[in-house]
């Protein structure tokens, strides 16, 4: 059986010249290699507006989420890359994610419960996180805190398991060769749909 890969770049500057939108292009190589259908949703090139109240929430999306709902659901294995702002994600990438669970498409309240039904059961996720700190001070000494609340706040929550994470620090000192050994080490990634 096919399986279907969701790739959700998460720079939020839409120009495709970044080392997210490299590495998902990488990503999605390795994955087509292994005869694996894939989308890409483009993150920074979406109008993601900011939910302000519970009726937000609960109301449908817009066309676009509506969309991208579409992608991660088709989807057995997310990658979802980013780039390390502030220690987390882009405030883009979070409202993506809040926008993404609207209408209970992560999770669903229920009445006989306080914990809500997690509706993306059955998919994996893989996180890959670019940053100019090294990858184990960020690991260590700030307890990757940003991407810990991804893998279990989010994700975890709504199902999603497991949540494998690639750290990748450094990246305002890597060169041509060690860019290239990068995006080749990713590509693999994606030929064993990891």
């Known amino acids: 059986m096919t399986r279907q890969i969701c790739i959700l770049q998460g720079h939020p500057h839409p120009t495709g010249k970044h080392l997210c939108h490299a590495i998902a292009e990488a990503y999605a190589q390795g994955a ?22 519970p009726e937000d929430f609960a109301s449908a999306p817009p066309p676009q989420i509506v969309a991208a709902q579409e992608a991660v659901s088709s989807a ?3 990658v979802i890359i980013f780039p390390l702002w502030l220690g987390t994600m882009p405030a883009l990438v ?22 809500p039904k997690q509706m993306l059961k059955g998919k994996s996720a893989r996180i890959i996180v670019t940053m100019g700190m090294p990858s184990f001070a960020y690991r260590w000494l ?5 991407v810990r609340a991804l893998s279990k706040s989010i994700l975890g929550m709504s199902g999603i398991k ?24 990713i590509k693999q990634l994606g030929q064993r749909l990891q």
């Open 32 to 53: 087509h290699e292994a005869n694996a259908n894939v989308s890409i949703v483009d993150i920074g090139a979406l109008d993601v507006p900011t939910l302000k109240n």
């Open 76 to 78: 057995q294995h997310l």
């Open 94 to 115: 979070k409202s993506f994610f809040e926008q993404l669970s609207r209408d209970g498409f992560a999770i669903k309240t229920q009445s006989d419960s306080q914990w």
């Open 142 to 146: 700030f307890g990757a805190h940003g």
């Open 162 to 185: 497991p949540v494998r994470k690639t750290l990748i620090g450094g990246v305002g000192a890597l060169n041509a060769s060690s860019s290239a050994k990068l995006l080749e080490r």
